[in-house]
């Protein structure tokens, strides 16, 4: 059994081994970024929820739901450790640098995925927790162990679970899965294939080490390029939702086809540039770019149903 669990340990020699790993290695196995990333969507599918949630109840199910997020991803680093170990981005994780053991880290995010789902539950309602629950599985078991290994959509099909906690956090306030968090769910999955591949065509390298179907790898950068704009073209419109809709306000209006055009921008220099250092500045310009442009929609979001600035718009949607 311990073999089983300990399926990668770089510092394995038959010999029992324990943690060198502090509290900070332990916490970098909840991918921190990620784990604001979702809090910050999750929260704003709460506040753009029809009705209110107590201040108490809110906070609790937001921690549950961020624990929930970082168990998913320490369940992740533990079943990629292999792969982790090749790959010069991410071998100096953790697992792979030889300061947590496999065993270690499976059973840390066994225990908190457990117990998010459970404090979900209890403070919230059952939907907000099963709908967290699936999102753990999604990750950890569909694209980890499944999907990532398998097929060039990967990342495609793989996001959805990157897009779910909207759909948590309206969850928690309403019982209920509604089309307004639906449509956040639709930005956060549309936005991922143009901001994951762009550093992916950076990393191809990396990945043909490690024997991940990554897009440029099996359908070329030229074709990885063109699905990128694809993406960018859909998820600029999709993106004014929210306005149209009636949750999200002038401010929201503008910065949301401003920052889609930019988008566009980005991704047809990434189109047309293809070679050399400046193709790989192109890339990372929109990699960086996007993970601002994602943060953007869903702050003014925030801000202007949480804080009292939306200016209405007249609803044309819904």
């Keep these: ?21 502090e509290a900070g290695d332990f916490f970098e196995l909840l991918k921190p970024r990620v784990m604001f990333l979702v809090v910050v969507t999750a929260l704003t599918g709460m506040a753009t929820a029809p009705g209110s949630v107590h201040p108490v109840i809110g906070l609790a199910s937001l921690l549950a739901i961020a624990v929930g997020a970082g168990a998913s991803g320490c369940l992740n680093m533990w079943y990629d450790a ?51 629950a699936f999102t753990i599985f999604f990750y950890a078991v569909v694209y980890s162990m499944w999907l990532k290994r398998w097929t060039p959509q990967n990342i495609v099909i793989g996001g959805a679970a990157g897009a779910f906690p909207p759909i948590i956090g309206e969850a928690v306030v ?27 065509l950076v990393k191809s390298a990396d990945y043909a080490r490690a024997g991940i179907p990554m897009m440029p790898n099996v359908a070329g950068p030229a074709a990885t390029r063109r699905q990128i704009v ?18 999200g306000g002038l401010i929201y209006l503008v910065v949301s086809v401003v920052t889609g055009l930019a988008m566009i921008g980005l991704s047809l220099r990434v189109l047309r540039v293809t070679e050399g250092e400046a193709a790989t500045k192109a890339c990372y310009a929109l990699f960086g770019f996007s993970i ?18 939306m200016w209405a718009l007249p609803k044309v949607i819904g």
């Design 230 to 247: 694809l993406y960018s073209l859909i998820m600029a419109p999709v993106a004014v939702l929210p306005a149209l809709m009636g949750f």
């Design 292 to 309: 601002l442009y994602l943060f953007l929609l869903f702050a003014v979001l925030l801000a202007e149903n949480a804080f009292g600035l």
């Design 174 to 200: 309403t019982g209920e899965f509604g089309l307004r968090s639906l449509v956040l769910c639709a930005i956060i999955f549309l936005w991922t294939p143009p901001h994951f591949w762009a550093l992916a």
């Design 1 to 21: 059994m311990s073999a089983a669990l300990d399926r990668f340990d770089p510092r394995s020699d038959g010999v029992a081994l324990t943690s060198t790993g």
């Design 82 to 132: 292999d792969i982790d170990a090749v790959m010069t981005r991410t071998a100096k994780r953790p697992i792979p640098s030889g300061r947590i053991l496999p065993s270690e880290a499976l059973a840390f995010g066994l225990t908190l995925s457990i117990g998010s789902v459970l404090v979900l539950g209890l403070v919230a309602n059952l939907p907000a927790a099963a709908m967290l």
